[in-house]
């Protein structure tokens, strides 16, 4: 039986809510924190003030509690871990001595993304050519295909390093052979020298604990011990539930989160929804509320620095689009809300989808619905609000705001328990308790 429930926190959107700086903010109050899927297409920042310096640490594969010391960072199996990604984050913590990285654990069932998986995201994305989905490039797709199709390797294998040698080269070898049949060129001697560092990044890791990750999630709950999932990307770019094909190759849903870490759903305790005051969106695929007025979008970008923390590329903002996230509430049963980023509004005009004018009931669509202009989101426009510095309690909070979150609220029938107003970790405002 288990004493405690697992609580999950999640993007609504396509990635890139503020999970980081969430769960460094309540990662504390938690025995685990476990991110239970994607791999270093995820880019996570966390953002300390450490002695009077501002300390930005973008988070890919680790678990962006890790700064809080006495937490423990579990780094589930449904995760790609890419060794030369994962050595240069633990490196860069321990650089700026931010972390020692004794609190990280790995499951050992973490499948590995080769150097021949980031060769074969790119040749298939130029070979898509206007089709491309605007992947990452961080070998994603046929990292997650070869665990489905059973040709994967898992890095609890390489402690029969000889065997799993063998295997690596079995597997680089055949992602070359569809590399070369897709035209796509690389560099031999770049590649070997990846390879190289490849493996000695995957020695490297061989300090960190590797767990059976369901086994210390069981007893962990058995002894009433506090678990938080943590997500990465987000609903829109679930592989199933969101707007395929334009989506990343994991279940990024609470679904998700039993199957990838061997929780029965009674397991699942609060769901956490993260969302921002406005929408954005990276890589291609249907973006039905994206800002058309392009000075007010680059305000956005700017204000927000929307650009890819993994990629450097420009994310396109949106308005808030209340289908979409009645949806996305639907299908991960979230049961409190958190709203990112309202400071970047400040001083701006703001409007809210609040429904398709050729279906106002209907919630979301599969993107095969999606015709360019075929259909026309009903907005709402909301009074603009003012300056949010220095803003400590919420009923402090401009009035024009507070408007905008209840009607959110009440289009979506779910409390908004949080809002944060600023980059820092203190720019955040609990409104009722989140985890009562
Ligand atoms: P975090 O965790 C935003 C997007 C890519 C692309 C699609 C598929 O920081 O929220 P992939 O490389 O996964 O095959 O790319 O998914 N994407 C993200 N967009 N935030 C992310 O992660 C993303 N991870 C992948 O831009 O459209
Ligand atoms: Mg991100």
Redesign the pocket.
């Known amino acids: 039986m288990f004493k405690s429930k697992a609580d999950v926190l999640l993007?609504l959107t396509?990635?890139?809510?503020g999970?980081g700086k969430l769960i460094d903010i309540y990662g504390s109050l938690y025995h685990w924190i476990v991110r239970f899927q994607?791999g270093p297409?995820?880019?996570?920042t966390v953002i300390r003030n450490i002695n009077g310096r501002t300390e930005v640490v973008v988070l890919h594969t680790i678990p962006s509690s890790i700064l809080n010391e006495h937490t423990k960072n579990l780094i589930a199996g449904n995760v790609l871990i890419n060794p030369i990604d994962l050595r240069k984050e633990i490196e860069e913590l321990r650089d700026k001595r931010l972390s020692d990285v004794k609190n990280l654990y790995i499951s050992n069932k973490v499948q590995l993304i080769l150097p021949t998986h980031k060769l074969l995201?790119l040749a298939l994305e130029q070979r898509r050519g206007k089709n491309a989905?605007?992947?990452?490039?961080?070998g994603?797709?046929p990292a997650y295909a070869d665990k489905t199709s059973r040709a994967g390797l898992r890095i609890g294998w390489y402690t029969d390093k000889q065997s799993f040698n063998k295997k690596v080269q079995i597997l680089a070898e055949e992602h070359l052979k569809l590399v070369d049949l897709y035209g796509f060129g690389y560099d031999i001697q770049t590649l070997e020298r990846q390879m190289q560092e490849w493996m000695d990044a995957l020695e490297f890791l061989s300090s960190i604990p590797k767990v059976d990750c369901t086994h210390v999630l069981h007893s962990a709950l058995q002894s009433g011990h506090k678990v938080l999932v943590e997500?990465?990307?987000?609903t829109l770019?679930d592989c199933d539930m969101g707007s395929y094909p334009?989506?990343?190759?994991c279940n990024t849903t609470t679904g998700g989160v039993c199957a990838a870490l061997g929780l029965p759903p009674q397991a699942i305790g609060k769901v956490i929804g993260v969302f921002k005051a406005y929408t954005t969106?990276?890589?291609?695929?249907p973006f039905l509320t994206k800002i058309l007025d392009i000075e007010l979008a680059n305000k956005i970008v700017q204000e927000g620095s929307e650009f890819?923390?993994?990629?450097g590329?420009k994310?396109d903002p949106g308005w808030i689009d209340i289908p979409a996230l009645k949806y996305a509430i639907a299908i991960n049963g979230v049961t409190d809300l958190i709203l990112m980023k309202s400071d970047v509004l400040s001083g701006l005009p703001v409007k809210l989808c609040i429904g398709y004018k050729e279906d106002p009931e209907k919630i979301y669509l599969s993107s095969q619905d999606y015709e360019e202009g075929a259909i026309i989101p009903l907005y709402e426009d909301m009074a603009s609000w003012g300056d949010m510095k220095n803003v400590t309690e919420f009923s402090e909070l401009p009035k024009e705001f507070k408007i905008y979150i209840n009607r959110i609220e009440e289009l979506l029938n779910v409390k908004i328990k949080g809002v944060s107003i600023g980059k820092d970790r203190t720019e955040y405002i609990e409104r009722v308790p989140v985890l009562i």
């Not at 396509?14 to 809510?17: H, K, L, N, P």
């Not at 297409?41 to 996570?44: D, E, I, T, V, Y």
């Not at 890819?308 to 990629?311: D, H, K, M």
């Open positions: 993007g396509w990635g890139d809510e999970k994607g297409n995820a880019g996570h995201d989905i605007g992947t990452t490039g961080r994603i797709g997500g990465a990307q987000g770019l334009f989506v990343t190759s969106r990276v890589g291609r695929g890819g923390s993994t990629t590329r994310r």
